[in-house]
């Protein structure tokens, strides 16, 4: 904004000694300045917002996730025991049943 006033005031002088006419800044257009700064700043801060809630949400699902992983990884570890102690009782049942064949067989 200083920079815009600075140039405008150059170019007023400069008219000045080419025709002769006076330009003036009038402070409704600093006014107007600020209202535009402020316009966008509440846009952008809008923006940051929503993006920091969507970050956040994102953490707590993926921490919900987390946990929700760690108790499937313990229940599928309980199966896995439980299905090793059914297979042992199946193979040792088929060798029996073998046994039994053949006996049956001969």
Known sequence: MPYSF????????KM??????YVYTTPK???????LYITMLSKKKD???????RY??????????Q??????E??????????ELKKNEADSFAEIVGKEKAIVEV
């Not at 000045?16 to 006419?21: I, M």
């Not at 923006?47 to 809630?53: I, V």
């Open 6 to 13: 600075k140039f405008v005031n150059e170019l007023s002088v």
């Open 16 to 21: 000045y000694d080419e025709e002769k006419r």
């Open 29 to 35: 257009s600093f006014l107007e300045l600020i209202k």
């Open 47 to 53: 923006m940051l917002e929503k993006s920091k809630e």
């Open 56 to 65: 956040e949400n994102g953490v707590i699902k993926l921490k919900q996730t």
């Open 67 to 72: 946990e929700q992983v760690a108790i499937i």
């Open 74 to 83: 313990v229940e599928v570890k309980e199966k896995q025991i439980e299905a």
